[in-house]
Every structure is written in structure tokens, then in C-alpha cells.
């Protein structure tokens, strides 16, 4: 492809040269010849194996070591985007050769994806993926702070020990034992009242509803006094806001806001914040941290 449209836009600029060279004054000539001869010089820098975010990683001397598609100028594989996106990227590994792994570029962003279950188990169990950047909405919404989305260090460490003696130990999670069967069965018994009802279930809301009073019980215990409606409202639009396309990803657009992201993430971190820290301020006040609960 990259030989075909360096052969095409040589093949326009010659015959601009033509055209331009006849009859027209020579700084005129000069001035469009420049401005032609730009998209033909050009296509070596934008041209390559994963797109031009890649530019400067890729490897002249051993061009099979990256392998991707070449994709738009600016856009990358962006436009190729969208719904079974994932349908998609095997599609392309697979015409590629590239499955286990693939480079390409969303923006400026530059990307890896692999097809191949034993190098997608080596990057997940490895210490590859620990300082993947993270989406816009999630540090917005204070993800960057969380075991999942934190950066690889004494930070992510220290979070993991907590979560391994504090939330995952044999003994807490043999502990939780009743709350998660109480749950699963309320959940089963949503189902059902869906079920007879309209005869269709949307799984997401139960699953949803589900997983919060997981957390909020686990974390918090039974008798946390917050409204769950409410919060289950506030987790809702987390979900949206972390799945919603948003162009800061892949640009670096960092005073522009085109999807308004950015106000209802830190309009909802705002809510979230007060309705925990109130959770914590009545537990310090009523001595659970000192009584172990």
C-alpha cells in the first residue's frame, strides 16, 4: 500500500510540475511546487507499519518486527473503530499475520493488541502492562487511585497488601460467604420477577445492582446508611462515562472538552466523594476503627 501511493502522489506531482511550469511566473511556480511536493515527501513519515504514532519506534532494520496496519494521517485506526471493535482488530491481526501481536495507532496514541492467548496471558501476568495509560474519565473519576487502574510502584504495592489482608484473605472472604449467597439469590429473584413479568431480563442492572451491594457490605457492612438508589445511580454513570468515546484519549486535546466527559467526571467525583466520606466520617465517630469492624 505505502509503494502504491508513494508511486500515485509521484505521479500527481509530476504532472502538477507540468501544468504549473507553463506559462507561470517563476515565483508563483516556485511557491506551488513546494506546496504540491509536501504530500509525496511526506508519505515516508506517515506511512508506516501501526500508523504515525509509531514513527519513531519503528525498526528500518527488521520491518517484521512491527507489523500493523498503516491506518489514516492524525486518525490512525480510529475511523475503523466502533461497535464488535474487537471483531475487528482479529480480522485485521489475522490479515496481517500479527496475531500475537499487532501495532496500530488510535491519534497519537500508539497501541498493542494481541490475538494470541499465550502472549495476551504473558502481558497480563507480566509487568508489560503495569503503566498502561489510562482513559481521561477514569483518572477523572479517581480510578487512577484504585488497585486497577494505579501506576506500577510503592503505591500499587501498598494497596495490594491491604486488599490481600484486609478484603482477599481466606479468612474475610470465608467470612463473606453468607452476604455473597444472600446476594446471588436476591439477584436470581430478580430474574425470576422479570421473567414472569415481561418475559425479557436486562442482566446489566441486576448485575450492576448486584456487584454494588458486593462492595458497599464487604467494605462497609450491612448497616451503612446511604442511599442506594442514589449510588447505584452515581456507578451507572461511572460505567457511561468510562465507555464513552472521548477524543482526549487520543489526542492531546487537554484544554478542550468535545463530549463533556470532563464536567460530568469531576461533577460525579464530587458526589461520590461526599457520599463516602460522609460513610467514614459517621464510622470514625462512632469508634468502628477502633473496635475492628
Known sequence: MKSILA????????SVVVVITHQTPWPVALLLLSLSSFPAFSLNYWLVPGGFAWRNHHDNQNPSKLRGP????VLGTLPQMGSLAHRKLASMAASFGATKLMAFSLGSTRVIISSHPDTAREILCGSSFADRPIKESARLLMFERAIGFAPSGEYWRHLRRIAANHMFSPRKISALEPL???????MLAEVREEMEERRVVVLRGILQRGSLGNVLE????????????????MVKEGFDLIAKF????YFPLRFLDFHG??????????????????????RKKDGDSRSGK
Do not use: T
Open 261 to 282: 466527559v470532563k464536567r460530568r467526571c469531576c461533577k460525579l467525583a464530587g458526589k461520590v466523594n461526599r457520599v463516602v466520606g460522609q460513610i467514614v466520617k459517621e
Open 180 to 186: 455473597r449467597q444472600r446476594l446471588a439469590n436476591e
Open 218 to 233: 464487604s467494605v462497609f457492612g450491612s448497616d451503612v446508611c446511604v442511599e442506594r438508589e442514589e449510588l447505584g445511580f
Open 246 to 249: 472521548n477524543l482526549d484519549d
Open 7 to 14: 508511486s500515485l502522489s509521484f505521479i500527481i506531482f509530476c
Open 70 to 73: 498503516i491506518g489514516w494521517p
